[in-house]
């Protein structure tokens, strides 16, 4: 790979994807956004774990290591803050250094962000 390519190459935007993907199951569900927001990030965070936003249910979100794997290339500070919010023993063992566990700690550790970001893009009320 020249440099040209490496300076072309795009990197997957996770917060992005996953607000994206959050917002479409919100109007899928009809998620009334009307609602207080302590209720409304209820609402939104157990539809992210039914519909397995994180990938955390079946071990994985891509079912797909080399996926996962491409999903990480330019996300090492994202992993490191995943990491870091959750502690290295998330990451203590060789099993545990696997391309979609990786992929499911940054998610994770994503998700009450892109909750409150769907939330305001759907112009949630304050309380």
């Known amino acids: 790979m020249n440099n040209e390519e490496l300076n072309n190459l795009d990197f997957y935007n996770y917060k992005q994807e996953m607000i994206d993907e959050l917002d479409q199951m919100a109007k899928e569900a009809k998620i009334d956004f009307t609602k207080g927001r302590g209720n409304l990030y209820e609402d939104l965070q157990n539809l ?10 079946v071990g994985s979100y ?13 996300n090492f500070d994202l992993l490191q803050e995943a990491v870091d919010d959750f502690g290295p023993q998330v990451i203590d063992s060789s099993d545990l250094l696997t391309g979609e566990h990786l992929d499911i700690l940054i998610r994770e550790h994503l998700l009450p962000d892109v909750i409150e970001d769907v939330m305001d893009k759907n112009g949630a009320v304050p309380f």
């Open 62 to 74: 891509w079912c797909d290591e080399l996926k996962a794997e491409r999903c990480l290339l330019g």
């Open 48 to 57: 992210a774990f039914d519909r397995d936003i994180t990938g955390n249910r």
